[in-house]
């Protein structure tokens, strides 16, 4: 297939960037997107151009390091679905791609489509976890969950940490991916002691990165990729309440 | 001398009496003392958590973005544990003694001993952790059975294990960071080490935003940067993985251990076109429900729906009865190919063989079967655009996983005093074929419960003398590992990184990779040869050293093809087959590797000389297990 790429080249963060236009002929619909771009990119080597900068790594939507937004979709048009599981079979023959990086004011631009996602890492060592330290850990079995809990608990723990819900907001807010980890450790009796702790930690650390707040209109749980629920953001909510009233 | 400093006593007391006579530090000297760990994925993250914890000052470099990306976020199917929770007559005898004999008895026994005993711990921490594992209504762990054993020991967090472990680790990694106990350098890679009076004391970063070199000292350096199955271009690792850090460790001085040991996983998705970028596994545990067969006729060409039940060959079940689908995974790839071989490979290249859940969905109907491998299934639909509710899953083998790497000791400790290596990056506990569940085991064994004990009685029994940044050995790193960039950013020629180390893979697919032979091999590493020199010419890198990923690849790949070249030399050295390693010229008659443990039951590893490397013999013994021939029939 023939197909038509605006797509977004930036030098360094401090710089402005522009679309570029290219064509790529001969590519396959058995083609991952990313193997749609390592194609272009090997073209333009040969040429002694500048390959197009990407973030990837597994290649099987679980490392979260994939971005881009595809013609205004985070991740693509497809559901479900990050950019490296995306198929050129989902395109047509002659279709024109816009390219461009996720964009978010925490999310600062490094090069061309790549993006600086440390605000989650930090967001995490505010509290995404359960203070235990190796060696201290009772007999596993001694934790008894019901398979329903765990299972929720599970769906929630699945985010990948990718942002496609922050670059689908237009406050760029990070509730969805924040939620999913405090749900998680919410549903769980591991997490009780430090719940109250772990919210609040978080979300001051969210707001402090200068993600925006969440008015609810869920372009976040359409773009994630693991499509965690909304139900967990309703869920956090709930979690700050309680760790504002009852703790 | 290679010391393996294996500790005395009965094999049930060695770690025991390790951990006792063991020298340790105490609490307030230990943040007088700074350790580096290269690698964030289970190993890494575990051991550096564990580390902070106890109060050493820790720095942790990934060349990833964040920790949490690092390649054991991908493992789909377990992690082992001899927790016998379903009282299936398990124990931590019985995981020692399928993992040496999994590993076709090319592994140390003391080591893989320590790792079926503290496996049981593994699990407790990371339920601790709030890791939500799959579970019974009763609300108890629930497990699956994996390849080469007949207990039920698996521990699983749905198809996404590996992620659900590294997530575990990482927060406890940035509970650390957050309390300032640890520092991250995210998106540095690891070019040098930094060896001072013949010890390890810090390691040369290069930051891949901004190109810039910089040397950190410290007491001690743990690699944790995984395994090497990107040498073949294709694997089922993620597209980064690589080499170089363990590669730059050996060219200073760490021994290679076993470099020809890969494991070639039966179960991935076949490839499909030559610009295919990388291959994906299907988790060996839909070896549970999935019967493998081929058509009973060459050259068929119906599909697979119309073949009657009594026109397949489930060629495992046949010639396996006691293991059936369920043979380790060394034996089901050789077996697939020898179908294909027989012109009995199936899809649209003929390297291909049925995975069918057709009796398994009648059995369980399937929701069970969505419950159980959802996300698997999912997966290869979207590939292959293939329904595997409807059609079988069309499978081939595909490199996994190295049991090869650097050269250590007991206490995880490589040739360089002060230079420990932990997980896939070592090549300890799996001999010559690692079993399914073990790899997520292996990592956090050694990061959890052992490089802690082995850091302490390192620094505690070694008297280590300040090195500052600006010491002339630092300097001297750092001045090589720019000359390096500076030259590879030089050459003005005409192909890819990419372009050569595909061609770099199908000398090794071809020649080092599910059977191998003298005259191939020697073949290979004259192609290598002259691979390189093509490299060194015609490489082309466009653009400067700030985020170029080009500049990355090229970095790793010029390892990459040093090291496939010793991967040849020590296959075309060991005269026997082995687990993954089969010499085409030793088979039994009925094709099954043939070992010859009275010469080559050792561990090979590998001295740098900056000529023809030098070999180095460690014996194996085996006091606990007899010595057999392995058989799953
Ligand atoms: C698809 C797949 C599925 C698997 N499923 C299973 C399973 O179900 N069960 C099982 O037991 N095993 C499984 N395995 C194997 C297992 O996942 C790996 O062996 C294991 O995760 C390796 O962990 P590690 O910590 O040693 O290294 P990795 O997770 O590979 O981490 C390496 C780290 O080192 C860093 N690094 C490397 N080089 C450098 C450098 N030069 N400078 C700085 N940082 C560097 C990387 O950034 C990364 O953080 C699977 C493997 C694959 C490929
Ligand atoms: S919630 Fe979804 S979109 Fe947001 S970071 Fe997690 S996986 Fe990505
Ligand atoms: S590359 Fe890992 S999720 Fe896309």
Redesign the pocket.
């Given at each position: 297939m023939k197909l038509h790429l605006k797509i977004w080249r930036q030098k360094g963060p401090k710089e402005t960037g522009a679309f570029k236009d290219y064509t790529v002929d001969n590519a396959s619909e058995h083609m991952s997107f990313l193997e749609m771009l390592d194609f272009l990119n090997t073209s333009l080597v040969q040429k002694g151009e500048e390959a197009v900068q990407f973030d990837h790594d597994?290649r099987?939507g679980i490392c979260g390091s994939c971005s881009l937004m595809i013609n205004g979709n985070p991740h693509g048009p497809e559901t479900g679905t990050a950019t490296c599981q995306l198929h050129m079979r989902k395109f047509n023959d002659g279709d024109t791609i816009v390219i461009e990086p996720f964009r978010a004011k925490a999310f600062p631009i490094l090069r061309d489509l790549c993006v600086d996602r440390t605000a989650f890492d930090r967001i995490m060592a505010a509290g995404g976890f359960c203070s235990i330290n190796t060696g201290n850990a009772p007999e596993a079995n001694s934790i008894l969950i019901g398979k329903e809990t765990a299972e929720k608990a599970m769906d929630s723990a699945a985010c990948i940490g990718c942002g496609a819900c922050v670059a689908a907001c237009k406050n760029a807010s990070a509730m969805l991916f924040v939620s999913a980890k405090v749900s998680q450790m919410a549903l769980l009796p591991q997490g009780d002691p430090e719940r109250g702790k772990r919210v609040r930690g978080m979300v001051a650390q969210m707001d402090q990165e200068m993600f925006g707040s969440c008015s609810n209109t869920g372009a976040c749980e359409a773009a994630c990729p693991k499509e965690i629920k909304l139900e967990n953001i309703a869920r956090l909510n709930r979690e700050m309440l309680r760790a504002t009233f009852v703790e | 001398m290679l010391d393996s400093k294996i500790p005395s006593g009965p094999i049930e007391q060695k770690w025991n009496n390790r951990k006792f006579e063991g020298k340790l530090v105490n609490p307030a000297n230990r943040r007088k003392h700074t350790v580096i760990v290269?690698?964030?994925?289970?190993?890494?993250?575990?051991a550096a958590a564990t580390l902070g914890e106890q109060g050493y000052r820790v720095k942790v470099?990934?060349?990833?973005e964040s920790?949490r990306?690092?390649?054991?976020?991908?493992?789909?199917?377990?992690?082992?544990a001899a927790k016998n929770y379903q009282n299936d007559g398990d124990s931590v005898y019985r995981l020692f003694y399928d993992t040496i004999k999994g590993g076709d008895f090319r592994a140390r026994e003391a080591n893989v001993y320590r790792l079926a005993e503290v496996s049981v711990n593994i699990i407790d921490q990371c339920v601790a952790q709030g890791v939500p594992f799959a579970r019974e209504y009763g609300g108890t762990l629930t497990n699956r059975s994996?390849g080469g054993t007949q207990v039920s020991r698996?521990f699983?967090a749905k198809g996404q294990?590996?992620q659900q472990l590294?997530l575990g680790a990482y927060s406890s990694l940035m509970r650390q960071a957050g309390q300032k106990a640890i520092e991250i350098f995210p998106r540095?890679?690891?070019?040098d080490v930094i060896v001072v009076d013949g010890k390890a004391r810090g390691?040369i970063?290069?930051n891949l935003v901004t190109g810039e070199l910089t040397a950190h000292t410290a007491d001690a350096v743990i690699?944790?940067?995984?395994?090497y199955?990107n040498v073949f271009f294709l694997?089922?690792?993620?597209k980064?993985?690589?080499?170089?850090?363990?590669w730059?460790a050996y060219k200073r001085g760490a021994y290679f251990a076993n470099p020809c040991f890969t494991q070639i996983?039966p179960t991935c998705v076949p490839v499909s076109g030559d610009y295919q970028s990388k291959l994906?596994?299907m988790?060996?545990?839909l070896r549970n429900d999935g019967r493998v067969w081929v058509p009973l006729k060459a050259g068929e060409k119906r599909g697979p729906n119309e073949i009657p039940e009594s026109e397949r060959d489930y060629f495992l079940e046949r010639m396996y009865p006691a293991f059936g689908n369920l043979v380790p995974r060394d034996i089901a790839s050789r077996a697939a190919k020898r179908m294909c071989d027989e012109n009995r490979g199936v899809g649209p290249t003929g390297l291909s063989v049925y995975m069918d859940f057709r009796d398994a969905i009648q059995r369980l109907g399937s929701a069970t079967i969505a419950e159980k491998y959802g996300n698997l299934f999912a997966m290869y639909e979207k590939i292959t655009d293939e329904n595997p509710y409807q059609v079988p899953m069309r499978i081939f083998p595909a490199v996994?996983?190295t049991m090869g790497g650097l050269w250590v000791d007991y206490n995880l400790m490589s040739s360089i005093p002060g230079l420990f290596v932990?997980?896939?990056?070592n090549f300890s506990d799996h001999g010559a074929n690692?079993l399914?569940?073990?790899?997520?085991?292996?990592?956090l064994a050694?990061?959890y419960f052992v490089i802690p004990y082995s850091i302490a009685n390192y620094i505690g029994g070694t008297s280590l003398a300040p090195v500052k940044n600006n010491h002339e050995a630092a300097l001297g790193s750092l001045a090589e590992s720019k000359a390096r960039i500076d030259a590879l950013m030089k050459a003005k020629g005409g192909q890819s990184v990419d372009q050569l180390h595909r061609k770099l893979g199908k000398v090794m697919w071809e020649f080092c990779g599910m059977a191998r032979n003298e005259a191939g091999l020697k073949g290979a590493i004259s192609s290598i040869q002259k691979l390189k020199d093509e490299f060194a010419n015609d490489v082309r890198i466009p653009g400067d050293e700030h985020l170029n990923s080009e500049l990355e690849k090229a970095n790793?790949v010029s390892d990459f093809l040093e090291l496939g070249e010793l991967m040849c030399l020590d296959a075309l050295e060991r005269k026997e087959s082995c687990g993954g390693h089969f010499r085409e010229e030793m088979q039994t008659p009925e094709g099954e590797a043939l070992r010859d443990d009275k010469n080559f039951s050792h561990v090979a590893a590998w001295e740098f000389t900056g000529k023809t490397p030098k070999l180095h013999k460690e014996p194996l013994t085996f006091e606990n297990v007899h010595l057999a021939q392995r058989s799953y029939k």
């Amino acid at each position: 297939m023939k197909l038509h790429l605006k797509i977004w080249r930036q030098k360094g963060p401090k710089e402005t960037g522009a679309f570029k236009d290219y064509t790529v002929d001969n590519a396959s619909e058995h083609m991952s997107f990313l193997e749609m771009l390592d194609f272009l990119n090997t073209s333009l080597v040969q040429k002694g151009e500048e390959a197009v900068q990407f973030d990837h790594d597994c290649r099987e939507g679980i490392c979260g390091s994939c971005s881009l937004m595809i013609n205004g979709n985070p991740h693509g048009p497809e559901t479900g679905t990050a950019t490296c599981q995306l198929h050129m079979r989902k395109f047509n023959d002659g279709d024109t791609i816009v390219i461009e990086p996720f964009r978010a004011k925490a999310f600062p631009i490094l090069r061309d489509l790549c993006v600086d996602r440390t605000a989650f890492d930090r967001i995490m060592a505010a509290g995404g976890f359960c203070s235990i330290n190796t060696g201290n850990a009772p007999e596993a079995n001694s934790i008894l969950i019901g398979k329903e809990t765990a299972e929720k608990a599970m769906d929630s723990a699945a985010c990948i940490g990718c942002g496609a819900c922050v670059a689908a907001c237009k406050n760029a807010s990070a509730m969805l991916f924040v939620s999913a980890k405090v749900s998680q450790m919410a549903l769980l009796p591991q997490g009780d002691p430090e719940r109250g702790k772990r919210v609040r930690g978080m979300v001051a650390q969210m707001d402090q990165e200068m993600f925006g707040s969440c008015s609810n209109t869920g372009a976040c749980e359409a773009a994630c990729p693991k499509e965690i629920k909304l139900e967990n953001i309703a869920r956090l909510n709930r979690e700050m309440l309680r760790a504002t009233f009852v703790e | 001398m290679l010391d393996s400093k294996i500790p005395s006593g009965p094999i049930e007391q060695k770690w025991n009496n390790r951990k006792f006579e063991g020298k340790l530090v105490n609490p307030a000297n230990r943040r007088k003392h700074t350790v580096i760990v290269v690698g964030t994925g289970l190993a890494g993250a575990s051991a550096a958590a564990t580390l902070g914890e106890q109060g050493y000052r820790v720095k942790v470099f990934t060349f990833h973005e964040s920790p949490r990306r690092a390649h054991s976020i991908a493992a789909q199917g377990g992690i082992n544990a001899a927790k016998n929770y379903q009282n299936d007559g398990d124990s931590v005898y019985r995981l020692f003694y399928d993992t040496i004999k999994g590993g076709d008895f090319r592994a140390r026994e003391a080591n893989v001993y320590r790792l079926a005993e503290v496996s049981v711990n593994i699990i407790d921490q990371c339920v601790a952790q709030g890791v939500p594992f799959a579970r019974e209504y009763g609300g108890t762990l629930t497990n699956r059975s994996f390849g080469g054993t007949q207990v039920s020991r698996t521990f699983y967090a749905k198809g996404q294990t590996g992620q659900q472990l590294l997530l575990g680790a990482y927060s406890s990694l940035m509970r650390q960071a957050g309390q300032k106990a640890i520092e991250i350098f995210p998106r540095q890679e690891m070019v040098d080490v930094i060896v001072v009076d013949g010890k390890a004391r810090g390691i040369i970063a290069r930051n891949l935003v901004t190109g810039e070199l910089t040397a950190h000292t410290a007491d001690a350096v743990i690699l944790a940067t995984g395994g090497y199955g990107n040498v073949f271009f294709l694997s089922t690792n993620a597209k980064q993985s690589n080499a170089s850090a363990c590669w730059r460790a050996y060219k200073r001085g760490a021994y290679f251990a076993n470099p020809c040991f890969t494991q070639i996983h039966p179960t991935c998705v076949p490839v499909s076109g030559d610009y295919q970028s990388k291959l994906t596994l299907m988790s060996e545990s839909l070896r549970n429900d999935g019967r493998v067969w081929v058509p009973l006729k060459a050259g068929e060409k119906r599909g697979p729906n119309e073949i009657p039940e009594s026109e397949r060959d489930y060629f495992l079940e046949r010639m396996y009865p006691a293991f059936g689908n369920l043979v380790p995974r060394d034996i089901a790839s050789r077996a697939a190919k020898r179908m294909c071989d027989e012109n009995r490979g199936v899809g649209p290249t003929g390297l291909s063989v049925y995975m069918d859940f057709r009796d398994a969905i009648q059995r369980l109907g399937s929701a069970t079967i969505a419950e159980k491998y959802g996300n698997l299934f999912a997966m290869y639909e979207k590939i292959t655009d293939e329904n595997p509710y409807q059609v079988p899953m069309r499978i081939f083998p595909a490199v996994h996983y190295t049991m090869g790497g650097l050269w250590v000791d007991y206490n995880l400790m490589s040739s360089i005093p002060g230079l420990f290596v932990a997980g896939e990056a070592n090549f300890s506990d799996h001999g010559a074929n690692r079993l399914g569940a073990s790899a997520l085991m292996q990592g956090l064994a050694d990061g959890y419960f052992v490089i802690p004990y082995s850091i302490a009685n390192y620094i505690g029994g070694t008297s280590l003398a300040p090195v500052k940044n600006n010491h002339e050995a630092a300097l001297g790193s750092l001045a090589e590992s720019k000359a390096r960039i500076d030259a590879l950013m030089k050459a003005k020629g005409g192909q890819s990184v990419d372009q050569l180390h595909r061609k770099l893979g199908k000398v090794m697919w071809e020649f080092c990779g599910m059977a191998r032979n003298e005259a191939g091999l020697k073949g290979a590493i004259s192609s290598i040869q002259k691979l390189k020199d093509e490299f060194a010419n015609d490489v082309r890198i466009p653009g400067d050293e700030h985020l170029n990923s080009e500049l990355e690849k090229a970095n790793r790949v010029s390892d990459f093809l040093e090291l496939g070249e010793l991967m040849c030399l020590d296959a075309l050295e060991r005269k026997e087959s082995c687990g993954g390693h089969f010499r085409e010229e030793m088979q039994t008659p009925e094709g099954e590797a043939l070992r010859d443990d009275k010469n080559f039951s050792h561990v090979a590893a590998w001295e740098f000389t900056g000529k023809t490397p030098k070999l180095h013999k460690e014996p194996l013994t085996f006091e606990n297990v007899h010595l057999a021939q392995r058989s799953y029939k």
